[in-house]
């Protein structure tokens, strides 16, 4: 068995839950070819979480959610998001042939949702929803009772709600710890945590299975506009805190509450990991070196590891011969805007005829 | 060792080449879990070339091309395609710190062009280059002298001009022979034909290595607006022939020319393989069904291996219980306008309050 099902015993999931699958996990661990190097810091990898079917690690997430759902016959996937999870989601629930009905905010982005409505998911955004708590409090109430009536969850990727799907995410810690059990940072990008709390679980189980393996320190990257938990980590605090208004423009990671946060630190810190905070600015250019200087294509929000492992080098907490690696967890084509933003510099250069090739390529 | 380089004996490359990586190569195979079955064929399975590194097979054939580029010590990377490839070679050529410069057809479709700008590859258009056929002839010769000066070669996907980085597209057929060696029929989407051609030989390639090894029938799947190839293969013909002009939609498939197309046939035949022509309708059908009935998100292109194959059922060619499996080439990412076609029929629904759920929901 290939992929994260081969695991399915150490992921601690139901027993009777049949697997099911779209080719997801089994992800490429690549070594820096150029950031590192240039830096004199050779042992710097990236797991790349964009090869997934989908594009992001939210395939671990909706193949295990999607086996529980088959599993107890519930009729229909429900969920409320418009990035990532959705888009994965969507494509796992094309192939069970269930109905996928996705709720989403009132102005959610249209590049985002076009993948999900390839995969022909239904989506419904409601006036207000996402904008007047009101309103969004009393859509929440009518899909948790829409949920009840179909005997399901409303699916949301994080360990608060979705528990078992969640589960499926620590597949990446098992890759890990096979591919390079040598490796002692982690660096992980965390909106609302559940990742970075998932990896540091799935490290922690692996140790339970194998108790002579080390668990890695599993650092909690965030935007400064989406401190949640990795400022506290860092001041040595035992609590995350939600934000009034997450004010980052790194998609995927503007979530406000707590949500995982508390959990998410805790186990962080058990893993003695840090918190690191980084600018959206940083973000950008780490999206621009990863696609120029290592020929990976990474939305903003898988670039955010590399912005937090900079950091940690810069402020010599990362020491040459530190082996890391760098979450690289959604695909650039998932965020059209972002690459835009990108190409500006580089643009198509109009030659007149073939003589002026000779010029353009700086031959004498 | 992972991925397409651990088949580096097996895919008889100059013993001296480095290996060069970004995670190429380990696609997932997956079962039909909806297309077949509807059909009473529960043996149809996808090969996810949509998985690699750059979202298409061709990561496999930059890979090694890079990898002898540095082998031999060139200091840039010269191409002329304005589709995955040249994405594949702005990605490699990125990681391997190689300016990569690559010649544009005039007109050539500004979407196609932005992954290999987000890599930093510099593109260049020239005025009448891929119109006019005497101005197409004096880019080449220039191109030619250019690659000289730089002692490269123009890199081209296709055994012709690049016998060494197509070795590396044959390591598909190592992971399927490895994976379900039983599998005995194999539908290959074919422009001029150099997957094809790779695949056939990767069979036979490993045949040699294992000789109890049962080379499976590679079927050549082409659009009708580009019938190079699969007509006279099925005409029992031993020759290719180039069109006057591809009027194929398909893009990525329009290659009037035959290139190697002779060898395709030949190889194709060799391994009782036999030619599938298929509408553009058909085809931009079968990228519908991937995405709705599968969870495969592929561009057009990477679903004519499923044309061809329904063509195969429909006609009575494969039976219900012959093995077969879709070679699914490029990522859905890649052909903006094509997911535009997909989900003009799925819009977003707008609903006016949380009550009006209920209706859409079909709750009574």
Redesign the interface.
Known sequence: M??IWKYKDLMDLPTNLPPF???EG?????QS??IGPEMGMTNLYFK?E??????SYKDRFAAIAIAEILNKKSKICLATTSGNTGAAL????????LPC?IA?VEGAPEGK???M????A???????FGISSE?SE??F???AK?AV?YHTRIQVSAFKYCPIGMKGVQSISFELAEDMPEAKNIFVPAGGGGLALAVARGFHLWRQRFPGFEVPRVHCVQPEGNNTIAGNLRLGLDYAQPVTDAVTKISGLQVANVIDGNDTLKACRDTKGNGYLVTDKKVFECQRLL???????AEPAGAVSLAGWLEAVRSGELKPEDKAVCIVTG???KD?PS??D??NM????????????DA??G?E
Do not use: C, W
Not at 26 to 30: A, S
Not at 122 to 128: A, E, P, R
Not at 346 to 357: A, F, K, T
């Open positions: 290939k992929g699958s779209l080719g089994d992800t490429p661990l690549i070819k150029n790349l964009t090869a997934n079917p989908s594009g969507a494509a796992y629930s094309a192939a069970a042939g009905k989403i949702l076009k993948q409505r390839a995969y022909g239904k989506l419904f955004m409601i006036k207000g309103i009393r859509v109430d009518k899909l829409l009536q696609a120029e200087k290592e020929g990976i294509f695909n650039g084509f059209p690459i835009e990108l190409i580089n643009p198509v250069q109009y030659l007149e005829d073939e003589e002026s090739m353009y390529f031959v």
